[in-house]
């Protein structure tokens, strides 16, 4: 079952990205803007809490 719903998670994603390019540089973007977002937090409360 995990097979099956992963397979079809990949071919929903490749048939966004050849549909909807820009759309979907722009989810990857923002995605990976919340990411790096989340990474400074961490950092930040680590420096706050060793300093």
Same mark, same amino acid.
């Given at each position: 079952?995990?097979?099956?719903?992963?397979?079809? =998670? $990949?071919?929903? %994603?490749?048939?966004?990205?050849?549909?909807?390019?820009? !759309?979907?540089? /722009? =989810? $990857?973007?923002? %995605?990976?803007?919340?990411?790096?977002?989340?990474?400074? !937090?961490?950092? /930040?409360?680590?420096?706050?809490?060793?300093?």
């Amino acid at each position: 079952m995990k097979k099956v719903l992963g397979g079809l =998670a $990949i071919l929903f %994603a490749l048939f966004y990205l050849f549909t909807q390019p820009v !759309a979907a540089a /722009d =989810a $990857i973007r923002t %995605a990976a803007g919340a990411v790096g977002q989340g990474f400074e !937090a961490v950092i /930040d409360f680590l420096t706050a809490l060793f300093s």
